[in-house]
């Protein structure tokens, strides 16, 4: 009889834990409405050697898959040098999906150019300051985007800078290392 005596206390408890997960839930559905699900992400380096150098490297065919990381993928290797209005694809390890980085601005102070990480995914826009720095080049690497992903999209885009900052770290790395190497 003892054991009857336990069970409503444990179904009342059941009940409370689930109240409260439930209004947990709510709050955060409700608070996610009203966060934006806009994200901006800046990452910077020094590369030694002079700015029109980091520039005509940083956009040929032969290099740019070198050091531009892309997440379980690549950016395909073409001849030439990337212009404003030319575009290259981005292939991914595990799907036949590709997505596409087209050059909108092309100059020694700045590149600008839009990426679709994939079909149906959101435009990323993106910026690469180029400013000379004592001896050297100050490279500033900027994105910018707006996330749909659901009701995740504002708790996405507030973890966006730690997300995606280490991707664009370890890509300004790569570009600084091979700029030194070959000059």
């Known amino acids: ?83 404003k209005g030319d575009s290259v694809a981005l292939f991914y390890d595990k799907t036949t999906e590709q997505g596409v980085l087209s050059v909108t601005e092309s100059s020694e102070d700045v590149v600008r150019f839009d990426v679709r990480p994939k079909p149906k995914v959101n435009l990323v826009h993106n910026q690469i300051d180029l400013q000379e720095s004592k001896g050297g080049t100050l490279v500033k690497w900027t994105i910018e985007g707006s996330l749909s992903a659901g009701l995740l999209s504002p708790y996405l885009a507030m973890f966006a800078n730690d997300i995606a900052g280490s991707n664009f770290e370890r890509s300004l790395q790569k570009l600084k290392e091979q700029v030194e190497f070959q000059h």
């Not at 408890?13 to 608070?31: D, E, H, M, P, Q």
């Not at 990381?69 to 073409?78: E, H, I, L, R």
């Open 1 to 83: 009889m003892a054991g009857n005596l336990s069970h409503p206390a444990a179904l009342y408890r059941l009940r409370k834990v689930t109240r409260i997960s439930a209004l947990v839930i709510l709050f955060l559905v409700v608070v996610g409405f009203f966060m934006p699900a806009d994200y901006r992400v800046e990452r910077s380096v020094i590369i030694n050697a002079p700015r029109d150098v980091v520039y005509q490297d940083m956009l040929q065919g032969d290099r740019l898959p070198d050091w531009m990381f892309v997440q379980d993928g690549k950016v395909a290797s073409f001849e030439g040098v990337l212009g």
